[in-house]
């Protein structure tokens, strides 16, 4: 079985957020992806079935469970895969499309509700201006992006919460970037997600909405960063992003 290791949403190597992409002739055990994916110990590794006609099989899994939408790790598989691309995924049916060096993924749009969650304890002496959900997600409103930027949160509280999984937002504070954030998710093994795809399916109506614009830049202000555009279209996001291929090779499991 061949495998790679991709950077997504970045331009360069080394810096976006990897993710393992494992291209399978047959459906595989959840337990052995599962297994592999731990041996990876990327926040996302992709498995995709890619005999047979029509749509592609496509599951993600990280160290510690398997996961329902992940946008950087389908980002990755694209860039491997190449063209367009159909997916059948726990999430329904996606599509992708690879070209002109950018990789666009059309997903379901994820408005957050709004809610009255305490994260006090989660996020001790930071304002926050906004609470709500998405489907699996947590999401907070900050005042700026310099308090999205050196957040430090109590990644022992998040854990215990509901999913255990945080998005944190503000205004951007550069130029051609229309929003900053950061995604925690201890609750699914992965303390700081580097970009996080699915995220956007939160931001991108969430900020459509509060800037009246339906293209968007984003930047996710981890340690390594990146670039995801968005395109707010309905019920759908379409999210763009570039990658970069570091490691090919084979499992002999």
Not at 41 to 50: D, K, L, M, Q, W
Not at 103 to 115: I, N, Q, R
Not at 227 to 253: C, M, Y
């Amino acid at each position: 079985m061949r495998f790679f290791i991709v950077d997504a949403f970045t331009d360069r190597a080394f810096a976006g957020n990897s993710a393992g992409v494992v291209l399978l002739d047959a459906p595989a055990e959840p337990a052995w992806m599962q297994a592999v994916a731990a041996e990876m110990r990327h926040s996302e590794t992709a498995f995709v079935v890619t005999t047979g006609e029509g749509p592609k099989s496509l599951r993600w899994f990280t160290p510690a469970a398997e996961v329902a939408l992940c946008g950087h790790a389908t980002v990755a598989t694209t860039h491997v895969l190449g063209g367009e691309q159909v997916y059948t995924t726990l999430s329904g049916e996606l599509r992708a499309k690879a070209a002109d060096g950018w990789v666009e993924l059309d997903f379901p749009s994820d408005p957050p509700a709004d809610t009255d969650d305490d994260l006090s304890a989660i996020l001790p002496g930071v304002e926050i201006e906004r609470t709500g959900r998405g489907v699996d997600n947590l999401f907070a409103v900050l005042p700026d992006a310099k308090a999205v930027r050196t957040l430090e949160p109590r990644l022992d509280e998040l854990k215990a919460t509901w999913k255990g999984r945080l998005l944190v937002t503000a205004a951007g504070d550069v130029d051609g970037v229309d929003y900053v954030s950061r995604f925690f998710g201890p609750g699914v093994g992965v303390d700081e997600d580097p970009v996080t795809g699915s995220a956007h399916c939160i931001l991108s109506p969430y900020w459509s909405g509060r800037l009246n614009k339906t293209e968007l830049t984003g930047e996710q202000a981890s340690a390594r960063g990146g670039i995801v555009r968005t395109r707010q279209d309905g019920d759908r996001v379409h999210l763009s992003g570039q990658a970069v291929t570091v490691v090919s090779g084979e499992l002999h499991v």
